[in-house]
Structure formats: C-alpha cells, structure tokens
C-alpha cells in the first residue's frame, strides 16, 4: 500500500491538462502515459533487482553506495535531502491547498494556511511510528484508488456516445522536443514508485516482497491513469481539457452535476495527503540509511521511542518543506524537483550495472528481465527529458542542477570535518 499510496497521488488531477496542450491530440496524449507505464514498469524490474540484492533500508542510496562509492551516495543523499523530498512535499502539500480551498470556495489565503497544516500533520502522524503510519496509508490509499477508479468507470458509463474522440489524430504527430516536455509531467505524476525500497529493512521477508510490490504496483498505476485519461478525453471536449489544471474537476461536473467540482475536489485533498504522508514515510528513513553509513549527521539515526519512526529526518523534512512553501511557487518548486530527481534517479538505475559486476548479492534471487536493454531505456528516457528540459527552461532546471553541484564542496568539508573529529 505505501508504493501505491505515493505513486497515485495529485500528478493525475493536476497533469493531464497541461500533457493535452502539449501534445495536441487523443493519439500521442495515450502514447506518453503509455511510455509512462512501460518505463516505470521497467525501472520497478530494475530496483527489484536492486532491492533483491541489497534489502536494507535506505533503498536507493545503498545501492549507489554500494555501486559507486561514498561520494556518489553523498552526491545522491545530498539532492534527496535538499531539494528531492522537501519539494516534492511541498509541491503536493500546495495542489492539497489549492484544492480545499476549491472545495470550499475560498481565498487563497486559505490554501496556502492548508499547505501548511496538511504539512504539520503529516510530520506530527509519522511521529507516531511505522504501525500507525502504515494503517493510514492504507485506508488513504484504498479510498482514493476506488475513487479514481470510481470516476474513471462513470465515465466511460456516461459517454460511450463520444468514443470517437479517442481516434482524433489532429494535423500531425509532435515533434520529439514536445514529447518530452509532455514526459516531464508524465513522469512526475508516476514518481514515487521506488520509495518502498527505503523501508526494505522493515519489510517482512524484502527480496519477494520488494519484487511483488514494486512491479504490482507499476502495473496497477498504469492501467489506472490510462483509465482516467480515456475518461477524461471521452468526457470533455478537446479544448476543454486541453491546459486545464482541474480536468478532473471538470469531469466530476460532467458525470455528477453542479456538486461533481466539490466531490472532485475533496478526493484530491483526500488523495494528495496519502502522497504527502507516503513520502514523509520514506524521506526520514532515506536520512536515517545516510547516518548509518557515516555520510549524514549522526542525529538522522536517532529514533522514536519505539525505535521505528527516524525523528531528526521527519522534522529535518518539515523544515525544509517549509521553506519551500514560503519561497517557491509550484512551477518553480517542480521544476527543481523534476531535473534532479531524473539526475539522481539515473544513477540508482546505474547501478545495478556495477553491483552485477562487482557481484555484490549474488545470491538474492531475481534478475531483471531483458538485462542490459531493460535498464538501459530507463536511462536513455531520463536524459532524453532531462536534455530536453534544460533547452526548454535553462534558468529554471540550470539552478536546480547548480544545487546537485554544491555537493562536491559539501562533501569535501565532510571528509575534513570527520578526519578532524577522528583525531
């Protein structure tokens, strides 16, 4: 339920409009999530692999320790900590906001107050501890898969009389350039699948667990947003949910009448705190395996009482998703997200090249299918958009990667400050 939890979350309500404008007709729009799926799908086989080989916590950050050294995982751990988790809560805890004020018609003083108590709240019931965290999660995300389930099968039930739409071609396919900026928001909204391999430590029996969980989940996530997004071009009129930021809202009115916008928005608010709480499950535990390995601050591995919730990274992630809201708006806040995470997830798919070669955990088991083609398209993907996304906002993304950068000093007085403490 975690890997589900996270993944399904607010990108679905939020992207589908903008991937429309971009890409201009039925046919490319289904192709991206498509190509959406089959690479998630295939970056679950390859961190399946990973997770079967080394299942400790901390997930990706010990296989690029493992793989590529300290650095590399300092390097890794850096982006992950400054900006990867903080901004990816702080972009969901701002969608949340948006929409409870939709819901109930109100300024946007009271989204942004939102933001910042959906935040709160999340940080306070991970405190709580891994059990009560994991009991709603899994209420969280049971609600919001059945409602948007639930939307997507009224409908298809309502508007079997538009299917024609499906088949609109337009004037001609979208030169690659385009593509990949549609895969940017593709990609984000199927961000989040490999966050269970932080918690492989407390999985019960990982190296089958983390291979069920993982692929089920990339498959389940995939037909689910296609379903949506043939619901929604079914539903709407192309212009209307082309550049929409609130299709599903839009469709909701369609299928259950002038109420459909205030029921839509409520299951987004629903929706975006079960991927906020996810992600605030994994964050702390990613900071937690960089102490524990002696390239974080030795207070990431302090703990609750009940030894299962990593307290200093919790609030360490409140902190700093804080100061997101405060100072970024929410393209500026995705656009750091989406240019580091393609950076660092690279890696971590990287490395399972390095792990068979160095054949560190033989003896786990499972190999990912199609080996080396399988992972390797993973990579091509993210440097296809990560390319594509530096031409197209060079200021925005030449920032986020500035910040990836600054580890290299970072790390250097790292060194020093341990040789110094050693001595």
């Known amino acids: ?69 300290p650095f590399a995982a300092f390097f890794k751990g850096w982006g992950a900590f400054l900006v990867g988790y903080p901004a990816s809560c702080a972009v969901v805890a701002t969608i949340l906001g948006s929409y409870f004020a939709a819901a109930l018609e109100a300024p946007p003083s009271v989204a942004r107050a939102a933001a910042f108590v959906a935040a709160t709240l999340a940080w306070l019931l991970n405190l709580r501890g891994t059990r009560f965290s994991g009991t709603l999660q899994t209420v969280l995300t049971l609600l919001k898969v059945a409602a948007i389930a639930t939307l997507a099968v009224l409908a298809l039930a309502v508007g079997p009389g538009q299917l024609d739409r499906l088949t609109l071609v337009g004037a001609g396919w979208p030169k690659a350039s385009a593509f990949a900026a549609a895969m940017v928001g593709v990609l984000w909204t199927f961000d989040g699948w490999a966050n269970l391999n932080t918690v492989a430590g407390e999985v019960r029996d990982p190296r089958r667990g983390l291979r069920r969980a993982l692929i089920g989940t990339a498959v389940v996530v995939a037909a689910l947003y296609l379903l949506v997004n043939v619901g929604y071009l079914v539903l709407l009129p192309f212009d209307q949910l082309a550049g929409s930021d609130s299709a599903a809202s839009a469709a909701a009115e369609t299928v259950l009448g002038p109420a459909g916008g205030r029921v839509i928005a409520a299951i987004v608010v629903v929706s975006a705190f079960g991927t906020l709480f996810g992600i605030w499950v994994a964050g702390p535990r990613y900071f937690y395996a960089m102490a524990r390995h002696g390239l974080f601050f030795a207070a990431a591995g302090q703990v609750t009482r009940d030894g299962s919730t990593p307290r200093w990274g919790a609030t360490a992630l409140y902190v700093l998703t804080l100061a997101y809201l405060l100072t970024g708006s929410f393209s500026e806040i995705l656009g750091f997200y989406v240019a580091i995470s393609l950076v660092y997830g690279t890696l971590a798919i990287a490395a399972v090249y390095r792990l068979r070669a160095k054949r560190i955990g033989e003896d786990g088991g499972y190999r990912v299918p199609g080996y080396p083609v399988t992972p390797a398209l993973v990579i091509a993907a993210a440097l296809w958009v990560t390319g594509s996304e530096i031409v197209a906002s060079p200021v925005r993304t030449g920032i986020g990667l500035a910040m990836l950068v600054l580890a290299l000093p970072a790390y250097r007085w790292w060194r020093r400050r341990e040789v110094t403490s050693r001595r």
């Open 1 to 69: 339920m975690l890997a589900v939890g996270v993944v399904v979350g607010t990108g679905i309500f939020a992207v589908p409009g903008y991937v429309a404008a971009t890409l201009g007709a039925p046919g490319p729009i289904l192709l991206a999530w498509l190509l959406g799926g089959a690479l998630t799908l295939a970056g679950a086989l390859t961190y399946a692999e990973l997770g079967s080989r080394l299942p400790q916590q901390g997930g990706s950050f010990v296989y690029v320790l493992h793989a590529f050294g």
